[in-house]
């Protein structure tokens, strides 16, 4: 019954998209975190965060500011580049073309996940949120988790968008719960909020950055 990889705000937002997802189906679920307790010590307590939700005009904005928010978490842990992940739930990023697109705009080499499977202690890992299971970093970031993306909402069916919708839940808690102290989301304005994290955003869990 106890937390031991995760803070416990990162624990609290965790818990919020875990109630959200099961609230599609009704009320009848119960909380597996009501009787949960957090590991971390005092001095682990300190270097925790309340995750924060980044919205930008854009994708070429949010990409521009990614730099930022990567020298922003290594100054604040004083850690690696390797202690930071980036989960990008958008697919354009994760090819070839895309991570050189990436790395160009924060002008730094990334990790492929998918590629290397190991991390490389000078470089920020880049992964998609189908290949983070079972791994755990400092700092997570997850890229482009909005509306559109979060769930998903085009070329699919009316058949299919409560299935979509379930994953994206599940995708959204096994990303956000692969970090210790520190979670940052980062959307466009233009595809909006999550709706997967209107939950997170009233319960306030989740802090929305202006």
Same mark, same amino acid.
Request: glycine letters at 6%; a negative charge; aromatic letters at 10%.
């Given at each position: 019954?106890?937390?031991?990889?995760?803070?416990?705000?990162?624990?609290?937002?965790?818990?919020?998209?875990?109630?959200?997802?099961?609230?599609?189906?009704?009320?009848?679920?119960?909380?597996?975190?009501?009787?949960?307790?957090?590991?971390?010590?005092?001095?682990?307590?300190?270097?925790?965060?309340?995750?924060?939700?980044?919205?930008?005009?854009?994708?070429?904005?949010?990409?521009?500011?990614?730099?930022?928010?990567?020298?922003?978490?290594?100054?604040?842990?004083?850690? &690696?580049?390797?202690?930071?992940?980036?989960? !990008?739930?958008? =697919?354009?990023?994760? *090819?070839?073309?895309?991570?050189?697109?990436? #790395?160009?705009?924060?002008?730094?080499?990334?990790?492929?996940?998918?590629?290397?499977?190991?991390?490389?202690?000078?470089?920020?890992?880049?992964?998609?949120?189908?290949?983070?299971?079972?791994?755990?970093?400092?700092?997570?970031?997850?890229?482009?988790?909005?509306?559109?993306?979060?769930?998903?909402?085009?070329?699919?069916?009316?058949?299919?968008?409560?299935?979509?919708?379930?994953?994206?839940?599940?995708?959204?808690?096994?990303?956000?719960?692969?970090? &210790?102290?520190?979670?940052?989301?980062?959307? !466009?304005?233009? =595809?909006?909020?999550? *709706?997967?994290?209107?939950?997170?955003?009233? #319960?306030?869990?989740?802090?929305?950055?202006?």
């Amino acid at each position: 019954h106890t937390v031991f990889r995760c803070s416990p705000a990162i624990s609290d937002f965790c818990e919020s998209v875990a109630a959200a997802g099961t609230l599609m189906f009704g009320n009848d679920f119960s909380n597996p975190y009501g009787k949960s307790q957090n590991g971390f010590t005092v001095d682990e307590e300190t270097k925790s965060f309340m995750p924060e939700l980044h919205m930008y005009p854009n994708d070429d904005e949010m990409i521009a500011h990614l730099e930022k928010h990567i020298s922003d978490i290594m100054r604040i842990l004083q850690c &690696k580049p390797c202690d930071i992940v980036v989960i !990008s739930f958008e =697919n354009d990023y994760l *090819t070839n073309e895309g991570v050189d697109h990436v #790395s160009a705009f924060c002008k730094r080499e990334f990790c492929r996940l998918d590629l290397d499977n190991t991390k490389r202690k000078d470089k920020v890992c880049l992964a998609s949120p189908y290949a983070i299971n079972g791994l755990e970093f400092q700092a997570v970031i997850l890229l482009g988790a909005d509306e559109g993306r979060v769930p998903q909402t085009t070329g699919t069916s009316d058949i299919s968008k409560h299935f979509i919708r379930y994953s994206a839940y599940n995708l959204l808690y096994l990303s956000a719960s692969r970090a &210790k102290y520190l979670l940052r989301i980062l959307g !466009s304005k233009l =595809n909006g909020v999550s *709706t997967c994290l209107d939950y997170s955003l009233q #319960s306030n869990y989740l802090k929305l950055i202006e």
